[in-house]
């Protein structure tokens, strides 16, 4: 199944808006002017123990590495590799987005949200960094747990 025919199962509303490629959060700040929603910086991490973590927060959020580590029970986290990121989400390196877990059927991504994100609609990429999707926190909540992954608020 993919990322919209699960949408359209879980009655998640969408309005995709396409624009020119970027790679990074700052690039994005650009075009999120003409979308109604927050940015979001979406990090995917690893430990020396091959867990993985994508943490999502606000684009203009310092994210500090010890302290998700230690919310995450971890230590030593790095950025994983892009054949990490290939391999288990199934993206390109300026792509990440929660939206990868579906290809994730090993389920070995947890999620770690950003509690600031609550009640907001968020800008995600749908797996390709041409495209954003505004998408409630509410159906995020609901997409990831369709995919039974794992979940915490930071």
């Known amino acids: 199944m993919n990322l919209y025919d699960i949408f359209e199962k879980l009655d998640i509303r969408y309005e995709q808006i396409e624009h020119p490629q970027v790679f990074t959060a700052e690039e994005a700040q650009g075009i999120k002017t003409k979308i ?5 910086k979406n990090i995917f991490l690893t ?9 999502i927060v606000k684009d203009d959020k310092k994210v500090k590495i010890k302290e998700i580590a230690q919310r995450a029970n971890t230590s030593h986290l790095s950025f994983a590799s892009e054949e990490k990121l290939k391999e288990i989400l199934g993206l390109e390196l300026g792509s990440v ?3 990868g877990i579906i290809h994730d059927r090993n389920k070995k991504v947890k999620i ?3 509690a ?4 907001k609609k968020m800008l995600f990429h749908p797996n390709r960094n041409t495209a954003t999707l505004p998408i409630r926190y509410e159906d995020l909540i609901r997409f990831i747990e369709y ?8």
């Open 36 to 40: 109604d929603g927050v940015g979001c």
């Open 47 to 55: 430990d020396k123990k091959e867990q993985y973590l994508l943490i």
């Open 97 to 99: 987005s929660p939206l």
């Open 112 to 114: 770690l949200i950003d």
């Open 116 to 119: 600031e994100l609550q009640e």
């Open 147 to 154: 995919e039974e992954h794992k979940y915490i608020l930071i």
